[in-house]
């Protein structure tokens, strides 16, 4: 089959021709229709993600959407022929999902929603079950609380939104002047960061109370405001970014937080994959992912240029450059 190999990090994405894996007893063997572009794919290509633990040379790509090809003989709930999408490889020593097949875990995929394309499916993934860990499973966010999401734009930022949203918080969003109008479609109010402080918008939407639950996928500085921007006692800060100041291993000052009484969780997604333990959570979140877009509560946003295997490359410097349009998506197969 084909597939797009890593070789050495910060390295050339190379089309290859590689052995079409089989489906071991738990698995299924997917063929790919379309592989979701993250910004973790990008820096686990540069080596800029050694939490990942990726074992080279890697066929990379985290995200996926296809159809299942062969099913395993212990697994149940799937047929040849279904259309599935997950959260599956690209990590660890796990095949990605830039290549025309892979073998993936039953347990880490759920039935494609009928309401999406393979395209909107594959861009959904990670960045859904990243919110609804942070939302659901940690904040316990729910109806009248107030939720503030920091890079409402981003693809968690995005999913947390409209999550948020359909639990009957109400929204914010930070982003960059050109991004309020997208946050503003999501449902969510935009807050422009470079000309509001924390003060500012703390005291407008919240009467200086702070906000119920802080959704960070910013992490440096911005985590840092989180501390200080959360309710007293009962507000709730969670982040796709806490390990370190600016991108770094630097540290965070917990004390705004302590002073607060509030509370603080990380969020690390990729820890089921590389453990092995909490799969089924993950296919769980993605069948209520599914429910969530059937009803009309959730859609991804694309950016609408098309890539293949072949210009992979070209879709992670997209990615890199700070400015897509929407979620980044390859297709693979027809």
Known sequence: MRAVVLEQFGGPLA?????????????LLVRIRASGVNRLDTRIR????????????????????????????????????????GLTGGVGALQGSLAEYAAVDARLVAHKPTSLSMREAAALPLVFITAW??????????????????????????????????????VFATGSPRSLAAIERLGATAIDYTTTSVEEYVARYT?????DVIVDTV??????????????????????????????????????????????????????????????????IL??????????????????RRFTLSTATDAHRAVESGAPAGRIVIDVTG
Do not use: C
């Open 15 to 27: 089309l290859s021709e590689i052995t079409t894996p089989v489906a071991g007893p738990s698995e």
């Open 46 to 85: 540069a080596g800029e993600a050694a939490h990942a633990q990726n074992l080279l040379p890697a066929v990379l790509g985290l995200d996926l959407a296809g159809v299942v090809a062969e099913v395993g003989a212990d697994v149940t709930g799937f047929a040849p022929g279904d259309e599935v999408y």
């Open 133 to 170: 860990v942070g939302l659901v499973d940690r904040a316990r966010v729910r109806g009248g609380q107030q939720v503030l999401v920091h890079g409402g734009a981003g693809g968690v930022g995005q999913a947390a939104i409209q999550l948020a949203r359909d639990r009957g918080a109400e």
């Open 207 to 211: 009467a200086g109370e702070g906000f």
């Open 219 to 284: 992490g440096g500085e911005t985590l840092d405001t989180a501390f200080t921007a959360v309710r007293t006692h009962t507000g709730h800060v969670v982040s796709t970014l806490g390990w370190g100041t600016h991108g770094t291993h630097g540290t965070h000052s917990l004390a705004p937080l302590s002073l607060r009484g509030a509370s603080y969780s990380g969020i690390f997604t990729l820890l089921p994959m590389l453990t092995g333990r909490g799969r089924t959570h993950h296919g769980e």
């Open 287 to 304: 069948r209520q992912a599914a429910a969530l877009a059937d009803a009309g509560a959730l859609k991804p946003v694309l950016d609408p």
